[in-house]
């Protein structure tokens, strides 16, 4: 999960957790190095998407499933809304702005 959030986030990339801001790609990097996620599964599903004529900005919101598993394998599934923006820069599409509203935190 880690090299998917890292890859395609903006150099200057924002992403929501809980009361804070994770702040720029090596934030975000970090933010996910440091928890033990590999086993963790995230699925969303893009309800609406937008982008300018020109091609340059876009944004999507939708659903997710964010589903953990502990030391004893037992899973929790967290549920909520989230939105992105995304900027095309270079031919490659980056977020730069991503939130997540979860409904069971």
Request: aromatic content about 14%; charged content about 30%; glycine content about 10%.
């Amino acid at each position: 999960m880690t090299k998917g959030f890292v890859e395609f986030a903006a150099d200057d990339a924002i992403m929501n957790h809980g009361d804070s801001l994770v702040k720029g790609k090596s934030g975000i990097r970090n933010f996910y190095e440091l928890r033990k996620m590999e086993k963790n599964k995230l699925e969303w599903n893009a309800e609406f998407v937008d982008a300018a004529v020109s091609g340059d900005m876009g944004y999507t919101y939708g659903q997710y499933t964010y589903t953990t598993i502990d030391s004893t394998g037992r899973e929790a599934a967290y549920k909520g809304i989230f939105s992105s923006v995304w900027k095309n820069k270079r031919w490659k599409r980056e977020v730069c702005l991503g939130l997540g509203l979860a409904d069971n935190h």
